[in-house]
Each structure stands twice: as structure tokens, then as C-alpha cells.
T-cell receptor, first 113, second 114 residues
């Protein structure tokens, strides 16, 4: 069974530029999560999807961050414009449903210069 | 607001030692607690999940216990091996208000020396 796929693995951009991350969850997993992990910290939830519906986006900075999960499968997370403080690892995870174990992708390491 | 603490932040031990990793949380009204492993440059792998009604879970050389009333969990690693070197994170779901998201600790970086 293929795991959670994320791309790109690494991204370096200059501040004020836009950036997008892509996630393909495990087949059949209805719940999808985006997390932010700063260096030396645990992941923090940005948004959770149940199928194509965002059911918890309270931690997503909506002035610059947006996310979508069209057709309830793949998802993209976008930042526009990026700031220096956005440098971090962005993790995607999926699970069969909200109560099931979450499986994490390898993450996208973003560096904003 | 739920807070999860893991102390120490790092641990270095010789191969073969039995280890105890500690995790504490401030709000005992949790649904479950999980232990994850994270290798450098990789995502997290779930090791053990303990439901709030359970006291412990075991998988191979790993044993995790949960004491909800005191807000503590321990992860026991028997006969540690160099391959156990990684960062171990504790996470809880739930708390006052019925939060449905995982709250993570900062993790503990374990190094097992051959």
C-alpha cells in the first residue's frame, strides 16, 4: 500500500512570493490533515478535511493561507504571500476516518529567504 | 488549553539499555494518547495508541502506559538498539471542550550508541 505522498519535498522561495504544496493521501482515507512543524517543535494542526469539507480550520491563518481538497482526494495548501516566519516543514496526514490512526507523509520543507 | 510536555528533550544511551520516556499533559479529559516516532527528514510513524479507557498498550519491545488522572504517560523501550535512534513524540486528543485535534509535545531526541 502506497503511503501519503507529498511534493515538493523541498522549496526555497523569496519572501512575498506564493508557494503551493500538494498531498495525495492513502487510497480510501476520507480524513486529511495539514500540519505545520517548526524546528524543535511538535506538529500543529492547520486544517482537517472530512472528504472535501474543511471541518477544522481554526488554526489556519486565513489572510495568507488557503487550502482545498477537490473531489475529496488530493489536497493543496497555498501561501500567498510567504513571510520569513513561514519557514517550516508542512506535513500532510490521512486516516480512514477521524478516529483512526493518522499516517503521515514525509513533509515539505519550506525555506523563505 | 491542553499542553503536552516531554522531558528531557534529548537522551543518549548505550545499546542494550531499557529506556523510559516520559510525557505529561495538563488536561486529563482526553480521548486518547499516541506515541509517534520521527526519523530525520521524514514524517511521523504512529507507534502506539492508548484509548482513554485503557491503561497500556504493547507492541514488540515497546510498552506505553497511561495514567489519565495524573496526566502522565510513559513509553518503555526494552533492550534499545541503534535503530531506535529517532525523535519520539507524544500527542493527546481531547480535553476540556472536546477538542478533536492532536496536541503534540516537542519530542525527545533519542540516540542509542553501538
Amino acid at each position: 500500500e502506497a503511503g501519503v505522498v507529498q511534493s515538493p519535498r523541498y522549496k526555497i522561495i523569496e519572501k512575498k512570493q506564493p508557494v503551493a504544496f500538494w498531498c495525495n493521501p492513502i487510497s480510501g482515507h476520507n480524513t486529511l490533515y495539514w500540519y505545520l512543524q517548526n524546528l524543535g517543535q511538535g506538529p500543529e494542526l492547520l486544517i482537517r478535511y472530512e472528504n472535501e469539507e474543511a471541518v477544522d480550520d481554526s488554526q489556519l491563518p486565513k489572510d495568507r493561507f488557503s487550502a482545498e481538497r477537490l473531489k475529496g482526494v488530493d489536497s493543496t495548501l497555498k501561501i500567498q504571500p510567504a513571510e520569513l516566519g513561514d519557514s517550516a516543514v508542512y506535513l500532510c496526514a490521512s486516516s480512514r476516518d477521524r478516529t483512526d490512526t493518522q499516517y503521515f507523509g514525509p513533509g515539505t520543507r519550506l525555506t523563505v529567504l | 488549553k491542553q499542553e503536552v510536555t516531554q522531558i528531557p528533550a534529548a537522551l543518549s544511551v548505550p545499546e542494550g539499555e531499557n529506556l523510559v520516556l516520559n510525557c505529561s499533559f495538563t488536561d486529563s479529559a482526553i480521548y486518547n494518547l499516541q506515541w509517534f516516532r520521527q526519523d530525520p527528514g521524514k514524517g511521523l510513524t504512529s507507534l502506539l495508541l492508548i484509548q482513554s479507557s485503557q491503561r497500556e498498550q504493547t507492541s514488540g519491545r515497546l510498552n506505553a502506559s497511561l495514567d489519565k488522572s495524573s496526566g502522565r504517560s510513559t513509553l518503555y523501550i526494552a533492550a534499545s538498539q541503534p535503530g531506535d535512534s529517532a525523535t519520539y513524540l507524544c500527542a493527546v486528543e481531547g480535553g476540556q471542550g472536546g477538542s478533536e485535534k492532536l496536541v503534540f509535545g516537542k519530542g525527545m531526541k533519542l540516540t542509542v550508541n553501538p
